[in-house]
């Protein structure tokens, strides 16, 4: 095995071992196979390093994704429901665009259920339920039947959504509001 694949795997391993991802003997037991019984601080044609895992790399770039995602969803929710006048037209536009292009990245270039997916598509809804909100604010305004069928409409959406595409979290979201909305214009 060549030092570079050797290098890699030794990062990951120490990665596991250094977030608990698998019991310490289990690492140490690996590290040494890897090293071909050599120990990794004497190995000289190894540069270890934990914080040169893949794992540790990408977990950085998701996080940085998902701080710029939820930057970018409440200064367009905040923009929705602050504009006025002239320039209410424009957060819709944007959020539309930015919902659109969260979905064609969704759907196009992700297969797995990774954390930044999952937060993608809460993004989605959540972006989705403030432009119907300020679409039905622009529209019917002091039409409380129209509010309560766009939430009901979302709600109906996240059932839907979460069950064609098996994400608990948007099957709970919708019968938790459904439930929350039903209440509220009965007990009123």
Not at 13 to 25: A, D, G, M, Q, V
Not at 156 to 162: C, V, Y
């Amino acid at each position: 095995m060549n030092s570079q694949k050797k290098e890699i795997i030794l990062n990951e391993i120490l990665f596991w071992k250094k977030n608990k991802l698998l019991p310490e003997h289990y690492c140490d037991f690996l590290t040494t196979l890897y090293s071909q019984g050599e120990e990794v601080e004497d190995c000289t044609k190894l540069e270890v390093n934990a914080s040169k895992s893949i794992l540790s790399e990408n977990s950085t770039k998701n996080n940085l994704k998902m701080i710029f995602l939820s930057i970018g969803t409440a200064v367009l929710l905040i923009t929705l429901f602050v504009l006025k006048a002239p320039f209410v037209l424009i957060p819709v536009i944007l959020s539309i665009s930015v919902i659109i292009g969260l979905l064609l990245f969704l759907f196009k270039y992700t297969q797995n259920k990774t954390i930044i997916t999952t937060f993608s598509y809460a993004t989605v809804a959540l972006l989705i339920l403030g432009v119907s909100i300020k679409l039905e604010n622009l529209f019917s305004y002091e039409k409380t039947l129209v509010l309560y069928g766009v939430l009901i409409g979302n709600c109906l959406l996240w059932l839907i959504s979460g069950k064609l595409l098996n994400l608990i979290y948007f099957k709970i979201s919708g019968v938790v509001g459904l439930i929350i909305i039903i209440f509220y214009i009965l007990f009123k």
